[in-house]
Structure formats: C-alpha cells, structure tokens
C-alpha cells in the first residue's frame, strides 16, 4: 500500500474512532481516507486490474453499514483502528508486483524460489513439466499450494516432447562435440514454450526459473520466452545479487528452507546435482567437478552396469519411414511398440538393461567455460546407431554430406538454446527434407553396453546388390575406373610437381 495512503488513513483514525464512539455519521476526514483508498486504484498504473479490485475491497469496508457481523459486537461503525489493521493485512496483496510463472521442479531450489519470490511482492503461479522423469507430481502440487503459489500447473508432455522435440534431434543425428546427445539441450524450450503459452494465458508478466548463472539452462529458457512472447519480462534470481549473495551455497539454502518451513528432502549420499527426463539423466557439480574423479558406481540410476548387464542380447528390429521410427520389434519375444512415447520408453528399457548410452566427458558450454558431464542416454543411443545405418542407406553421397554439416549445426544451435531462431528453423526444414526417403528396417543386437548393427532393408534403397557385387560385373565398366583415377590424379600431380620445384629452388 502507498506510504500516503497509509498516513492518511493512521492520521485520521483516531478523530474516527470518536466520531463512530460518539454514534454519529462518518466525518469528514472518514470520507477523506476512503477518498484516498480510492484514489489509491487510480494510482496503479500497470497493476490496475488486481490491485484496483483490492483496494475497492479495502474502500468497501470501511463504508461498511453498522450490521457487519465482524465488528458489529463492538460497536455499530468499525473504527478507523480496525479498518488500518485490515488494511495493514491486506498490503501485501495490494502491493502485489504482479503474476510470475515459476518453471518448479518441487526441488529445494525452486521451493525456496518460490517462497522468495512471494517474500518480493510476486503472486506465484507454479509450473511442474511432466517430460518423463520419475518425480511424484501429486506430492509437488501439495508441496507448491502449501508454499502459497496461487495455481499450479502440472503439464504432461511426454508425446509432445519425443514428437516434436527428440525425432527431430534424431533425423539430424543431432550429436554435440561428437559426444553428447543433447538430452537436457532439447527438453528445454520444450519446457518453457508451455511456461510462456501459461504466462499469457494467466495474464502473468514475469517468468521465472531456478537455472544458475553460470549454465546453459538460463540461455535456453530465456531465448525461448523472448522469442515466443517477446514482452515478457524473466526473474532469474540466481542472477540477482540480493538473491545470491544471500544464498551462497545449499547449506543457506537448508536454512532458509528450515526457518520457512519447505520440506525438502536432500541425502548426503548424492553430493552433485541431476537433471533427468524421458531422453535422459545428467549429473554434473559437486564431487565431480573434479573432472580426474571416477563416478562412484551408485551414481547411475536409468542403465545397469554392463558387467551385471544380461548375459543374453536383445535382437530389435526398429522401421523408420521419413528418419523417424515408427515401430519398434524384439525378435526374442516378439513385443512390439508403435507410438512414438512408446517406442522411445521401450528403447530406454532395452538400453538401460544392457548398460547402452554412459558417456563421462567435458563439454564446452556456451557461456564460455568448460564443465564435465555425465549421461545417461540409452534409447537415445540405440536410436542413433539405427538411424546412421539406414540414412546411409537410402540417402544420396553428397545429399548426406551436406546433410552431415547441417546436423553438426542443429547440434550447436540446440545446445546453445536457439531452437525457436530462425537460423534453426531454416536448418530443420532443411534436415527434414533429406529424410523423405529415409525408410526402411534395421535389425541390430543390444549387449553389454554396446549396439550391434546385424541388417537393414529398405524399398527405397540405393544399395544395388548386382552393380556393388564382386561376382557379376553388372552394368559398369570397369576400365571407365582407370580414366576417373587419372582425372582425380591431375590435381595431386600439379600441386606435387609444384612442390618439388619449390623445393629444388630452396
């Protein structure tokens, strides 16, 4: 509440208190002060609509008639004491800074942001993105409405997420410094596309997340935002100093959490921090910051290690039509998987078994340092190795090459968050156009944390079984090969002959 309003109201309550004890009519200055209530919603500026509706609240309780049952047993006209104390309760509500979706993972992070962010002014509505990873989204829900968030939106988009977001990464063969797959890279503007399509449905001008300042996560989820609702405006507190400074590590952070009451469960045993969804588990920070450190073997939560791995492979058959899979089949037993959440969970629990997809490596991140990483990507890993073996396929020499430096593109611009650039749109188009022949089967073996590659068939093949064969000359010459070695050599003999008169001069 203004700090006039508030002078005007304590200034004039006591000369009300005698007027209402006196039994007469409101005085003058009662009038002045709810002149000044209302005065107060035209004042508003951005904040009108909410804060308007308060403070027309507060002006109508202290026009209250002399039957209102709260204060009726005391007098027949509330005093101005009571009113100011009503008043008073109601000025963070008045003084709201507006609606802010908070992207909210129920973690001590988040929770803590939350209750922050209600200590700021912000009314908070929660969001909770169901992308596949094993979290209680009941429990998050209870844990958001008991920390005060004014809604919360839990959103499945486990088939929007391998739909529109991961077969795309798989027709590029999308792959970052030749060893990440870009799980955690992907999943984000999945995330904050429906934390914005929220945000504009609400009416809420904040966005806000739990990303540090030092990662990748706060560039994919605020390029995001400002390219799907370019006036939105982002709290990022891990970037605001009165935030950071204040929690300097997770020990504030228990405290803070302690003193607020948020339950939030951290064990000692798991000293890093982990990002997991439906393509995916990251871990990174902490013990293994030491990029010389081993991971300690508990660490691995989606693959078994492959030395207890099966002694017995899995022989899957996956057809892809367009270089997205549309049906996966396990020979041995002959279940069979044809929806893309399906295919993609069942891949995970086939690779995951066998221990497919671990990779411990150190990565350049965007912001400009260097970090170490370990994931976990078993379906995404077997996709991969199917999806090479049958665009090698079917996919023209120099169409694939191109296409090659196109997915080494679509790799970086994901990792740095520009999926919704329009460089990256440009280069989507691009990569799906080469995948319209891409269609066919690949059998390949699951063992001991690695894929095997057994056959592949397609109707739109151009392996020319007769033209390739050793056995039957087919329709090729084999002395037109001597003429296209001479003309490659011409370009190897000029610059050689050149070098040497090069050297002779020396």
């Known amino acids: ?17 005698k007027t209402n004890a006196a039994g007469t009519g409101r005085s003058k200055r ?8 209302d005065d107060a919603t035209c004042r508003g500026g951005q904040q009108t609509v909410q804060h308007s509706q308060r403070t027309e609240h507060a002006a109508a309780f202290l026009r209250s008639s002399p039957t209102d049952t709260r204060v009726s047993s005391v007098r027949k006209k509330p005093s101005a004491s009571v009113c100011l104390l009503w008043l008073l309760q109601q000025k963070a509500l008045i003084m709201s800074k507006g609606t802010v979706v908070l992207a909210y993972s129920g973690g001590l992070d988040t929770s803590c942001i939350l209750v922050w962010l209600k200590e700021q002014g912000y009314d908070v509505i ?31 988009l486990r088939t929007e997420f391998v739909e529109h977001f991961i077969w795309p990464a798989v027709q590029a063969n999308a792959v970052y410094e030749d060893r990440y797959l870009l799980g955690t890279a992907v999943a984000r503007p999945c995330i904050a596309r429906r934390q914005v399509e929220i945000a504009r449905r609400e009416g809420a001008q904040f966005v806000s997340h739990g990303a540090t300042g030092k990662g990748n996560d706060q560039i994919r989820f605020e390029l995001t935002c400002y390219a799907l609702y370019p006036e ?17 590590g997770r020990t504030d952070l228990m405290e803070y959490a302690k003193e607020h009451g948020i339950p939030v469960p951290v064990t000692p045993r798991a000293p890093w921090s982990m ?9 990174e920070s902490g013990i293994l910051e030491n990029p010389k450190s081993r991971a300690p073997a508990d660490l691995y939560l989606m693959t078994k290690n492959p030395e207890d791995s099966p002694n017995v492979q899995d022989v899957l058959e996956i057809e892809f039509k367009k270089g997205v899979p549309v049906k996966v089949t396990n020979m041995n037993d002959g279940i069979s998987k044809t929806t893309a959440l399906d295919i993609f969970s069942y891949l995970n629990e086939i690779g995951g078994k066998h221990g497919v997809g671990r990779i411990d490596i150190v990565e350049n991140r965007f912001i400009g340092m260097k970090s170490r990483g370990i994931y976990e990507t ?8 199917a999806h090479l073996d049958i665009e090698t ?12 430096g196109l997915g080494i593109k679509f790799s970086e611009l994901v990792y740095n968050g520009f999926w919704y650039s329009p460089e990256c749109d440009f280069v989507r188009h691009c990569i799906a156009k080469s995948q319209e022949n891409v269609e066919g089967k690949v059998q390949l073996s699951v063992f001991k944390g690695q894929v095997y590659i057994l056959g592949r068939e397609s109707p739109k093949s151009l392996y ?23 003309i490659n050599a011409v370009r190897l003999r000029e610059h050689h002959r050149l070098q040497g008169l090069s050297s002779t001069k020396q």
């Open 378 to 385: 078993p379906g995404g890993t077997v996709l991969l190795k």
């Open 464 to 486: 020319n079984e007769e033209l390739v064969s050793m056995d039957v000359q087919g329709d090729y010459d084999p002395c037109d090969a001597s003429g296209f070695i001479r």
């Open 275 to 283: 990002d997991a969804n439906l393509m995916h588990i990251s871990y």
């Open 232 to 248: 939105v405006k982002i709290i990022a507190p891990w970037r605001i100093p009165e935030f950071y400074n204040r929690f300097r």
């Open 126 to 156: 929660t969001y909770l993105a169901n992308i596949g990873q094993d979290e209680d989204f009941e429990a998050a829900r209870k844990k958001a409405e008991s920390l005060g968030a004014k809604k919360v939106f839990i959103e499945d």
């Open 1 to 17: 509440m203004p700090v006039y309003l508030l002078s005007k109201l304590w200034c004039s309550h006591k000369s009300l208190d």
């Open 393 to 404: 396929f079917t996919m023209d020499k120099e169409v694939r090459r191109i296409k090659q």
């Open 30 to 37: 009662h009038e002045d002060a709810v002149g000044a209530v």
